[in-house]
């Protein structure tokens, strides 16, 4: 009977979903080639030891999806929507952080501002964008997805008008430790990133009431109000802070290359944040949230994105089979569908007893 | 009053928006001078449908146009991108008859597929001139003229380079295991540089290993190069059809721990490539992490314009007409190299 | 004063679609109005609002599939993606396979049909999330494209070249060039099949039950469940129909491009919403209008046209363009809805 019951809360648990995905993809790659979990430590071109592997590269790729997903949840949660646009913000980010870094000019030899600057001035941009959103949803009352769906379509745009159209390559070999290895570090970069945060995410949700209020908002925006909450606020403040998230995001994105492409950098990556965040067990439709099952739905992505590749899947038809495991995971976690289980279970128990 | 206000507060959103469109539309007035029939006769409106903006040689390819035209004031070019797509480049066309055009400049997308909106061009009347990639039409006289690169030759001259340079170094054909990182597949320039390489391959028994896609650009070069590199572990020579492939693969090739140089004897994986047009990739050339660029000259802008001021002046120009190209290279090993008879000069990339 | 009156008057009047549709038609025309006024020369000629027409058939077709999917409060972002998977097994079955006109428009039809039965059923019966659903219909789609060919061709096979290459020339449209060549209009089948399911779909949202019903089941499930409306098949019917559309213009597309490329239809899917939202449908559901659908896709393509025409960097400047419009239109949506509420 005990028994039972751990069974049940494990399965009613949202992290069960993700994790089981998680589990099934490493037995599925055990199987297959157990050289999989092999992590090497070699050293880089420049003399630097760096660990390379599979898992090295999940943590590597998926931290741009992990902070992303942070935000997204924060936005489902309390808008009951999703933004589409953060790919094109990212852009737009990135676009400013290049400006402010070579200046104006495409091929500069020295950086002309510090790179703290130019993050802090991407974190203002991608905050600007965020609040753009925000305040299209919280005050004018627009579906989260379509009022996106103005920078999603302008964004991309926006970020070449920045640097006229043109591609500058950061000279710095400082800025590409972002996206890549702090020389004596064989850790990659973007882990730590992730990492911090996390642990301000934690923070922030431990001491503060944001994580409370913004499910109230969500479950219900007039009953949050009369409680004294301002959800107007709220629903501004969480896409200021998926603005923020954006600005990190685009930080790895540019420094793993020093440049940016404007039509392809970070392309559908809204897409994979809002899987993350489906993943994670979250109602699309806003209100309860768990954080730590949207990241680790983050890294699902990730891991099956890897695996598949290990596979050799071509990366344009990466996305037929993404999108067979989503729906497969979706359909599985829908509530009619558990429901039915359920009963299927109930159904089948007596029958055990009168058999035995 | 409340409902009067929202009225007026939408009649003003309205007018802004005309107001906007307007704007647009006036901007327009200084550079096409379309509607106004005093100066059209003056002018020669041309309008240059480009297939994209993909890669550093195609944008130095559209600044050389549109350089060319207006140094001339008696020239107007009208300039579209048709971002990779052969639907854009059609609708373009179309309009440009439409907006009644004197000489349509196309650099096409793909080879095929061209008969019927070069058929209204020309019963437009409106002469059209290929740049770049060649078009594959039934009747060739739906296009004037072409001016652009003889890709096979390229091809050809990489692997030249390639056979005298492992042959100075000693190494037997059987050694050389060649990935190819190709073009967008149907181009011309993919089909040429293609080519080149697999009759060599087969002629000089070099182990060409395979032949996949990189799309002209640097990200699915980085991408199609790490999956490579991950398949097989004895590559020496990467073969990529375009800069920003070759920088991609060196990329992915440092990330795996390995060294882009010519010393493949040493355990070295060997970059060539093609176009030298980015300032970056002949850097890289320079530091030999590209050992040989075969030049895939994007002037065309000037021969294109001479063409058009034959065309004007009631001639006929001739018409396949190629540009000069050269081989970069930073190894002095090889100094010259034998295409079909002719000799070409290698020229030499100092620091 | 008394003008005043009439005229906030004739405001009351209006339903909230009316509103949205004669706003979008009124701008219409006032951009191609000013098109034609400050640019003359390509707009002033009749062809060159059939080449908009031509070249966006497929996506009329598309945004009514949407605006009736949005109408009953769901979303389908998956059209781009069947759109190319269509046109690209079209084109294979058409060239590798030595298909008939026949069989690939059956495999068409086909696509959509099952595009809209597997959709329909994870939206209305086990009550998934359209966007979702769609999400992954979109990947779907997208990458079997791939995997059915990786390499965009053109179709060769004589008797679709035929087909693609049939013009219906509207007499006494046509103009003559600088160089005085008689140049006549016309337009192609598609825009035929597009404007036919325009109308038919206008027919079905007006006329008949399960037009009111959609309206219904968007504008308020609980009433349209107590009125005795099937909720669940009605979204499943949205569906079902927005996915066979997208099928039609799938074909439609193929037909005007003649070939197949994964990177057909890229974006799409937005572009449909955005027309949609311009035709004064709201994506809350319950309100919305076939009509302002076309009218929507056509002021799209019209700003696309006179980016184009202006002789901007058209893959910059339409995305702003069409961002700034569509933020204006939500603006007003927003102004309009906020309106009603407060009477």
New interface residues.
Partial sequence: MKNQNILKRLVSNQLFIPLIALILLAVINLVNDPGFFKITL????AGNP?L?GYLITILDYGSELGILAIGMTLVTAASGG?DISVGATIAIAGSAMLRVLCGGNS?PETIQAPIIVAFLVACVVGMLCGAFNGI?VAV????P???T??????????A??INN?ELP?VPDPKFSYFGGFIPGIPIPTTVFIVIGCIIIIALVLKFTNLGLYTQAVGINESSARLNGINPTAIKVLSFVILGLCVAVAALIKVSR?STI?Y??VAKDIE?DA??AV?LGGNA??GGKFNMWASILGAYVIQFLTTTL?KF?V???????????V??LL??FS????REYFRNMVKKLAPARKEAA | MKKNASFAMIMLLLLALFVGCGSTALKNKTNNDDGNPQEEDSIITVGFSQLGAESDWRNANTRSMQASFAADDNYALLYKNGQQKQTNQITAIRMFIQQGVDYIVLAPVTESGWDSVLGEARDAGIPVILVDRRVDVTDKNLYSCWVGSDFELEGKKMAAWIKSYTESIGMVPEDLHIVNIQGTIGSTAQIGRTRGLANAARENGWDLMEEITGDFTETKGREVMAALLKRFDNINIVYCENDNEAMGAIDAIEAAGLKAGPNIKNGDIMVVSFDGVNIEALEYAKQGKISCIAECNPMHGPRVKALIDTLVSGQTPDKFNYVDEKVFSSISRVKKIQVDGVTYDIDLLED | MKKQNEKTSIFNRLSDTNLLLTITIVIFFLMYLGAIIFQGGGFTKPQMLFNILNSNAALIITSCGLSIVMITGGIDISVGGVVALVSMCCAVYLDYHDGSILGSILIALGIGLLYGLVQGFLVAVLDIQPFIVSLAGMFFARGMTTIVNTAPFNVEDPEFTALKDTRIIIPGMGSYTRKGIYVPAYVEIGVIVALIIVILLFMVLRFTKLGRSFYAVGGNKQSALMLGINVRRTKFLSHLICSVLAGIAGYVYFLHVGSGSASHAMGMEMNAIASSIIGGTMLTGGVGNIIGTLFGVMSLCTIQAIVSSAGLDDAWWTGITIAAMLCIFLLIQSVVMAQKKKK
Avoid at chain 1, 42 to 45: K, L, R
Avoid at chain 1, 149 to 158: E, K, N, P, Q, V
Avoid at chain 1, 314 to 324: E, G, P, T
Wanted: cysteine-free; overall charge positive; proline content about 2%.
């Fill in positions: 070699g050293t880089n071109n760096v390379s999703q091929r299209l004018f009352k627009i579906q997805m379509i009022a769906l103005i920078l999603f379509t302008a964004g991309r745009s926006i070449a008008w159209n390559i290359l492409n039509s392809v897409m809002i899987l489906a699309l439709s590749y050799n071509q990366s344009d038809a990466l996305a037929a089979y993404k999108a067979v989503v729906i979706v359909v829908a509530p009619t569908v």
